[in-house]
Nanobody
Framework: QVQLAESGGGLVQTGGSLRLSCVASGRSFGDYAVGWFRQAPGKERQFVAAISWNGALTNYADSAKGRFTISKDYTKNTVPLEMNALVSDDTAVYSC??????????????????WGQGTQVTVSS
């Protein structure tokens, strides 16, 4: 079993940047793919980005391409999500998830068996 915890959320102005981090305990991230998802009030959970178990593959939502970067730090057992050029539509609770997924389905929340509690990101204009 693995426990996930997110950090790094906060309030940022339009155009600013944030670095979220997902840390795992109980098991190495090297065993799992990891995804970032977000959910705004009144909206469905939305895929943001994913990285494969060995870090060789990444997948981004269209809204994240060119602005967000997902990576794996095996020494710290974390998965950072660098977010740049933030806009108000990026405001949401961001959650990380992990699991032995089928990579072609990495954008689907149901593929992941482990979830963190989430961290709030608020982008103000």
């Amino acid at each position: 079993q693995v426990q996930l915890a997110e950090s790094g959320g906060g309030l940022v102005q339009t155009g600013g940047s944030l670095r979220l981090s997902c840390v795992a305990s109980g098991r190495s991230f090297g065993d799992y793919a990891v995804g970032w998802f977000r959910q705004a009030p009144g909206k469905e959970r939305q895929f943001v980005a994913a990285i494969s178990w060995n870090g060789a593959l990444t997948n981004y939502a269209d809204s994240a391409k060119g602005r967000f970067t997902i990576s794996k730090d095996y020494t710290k057992n974390t998965v950072p999500l660098e977010m740049n050029a933030l806009v108000s539509d990026d405001t949401a609770v961001y959650s990380c998830a992990a699991g032995p997924i089928f990579w072609q389905r990495s954008h689907l929340p149901d593929e992941y068996g482990y979830w963190g509690q989430g961290t709030q990101v608020t982008v103000s204009s």
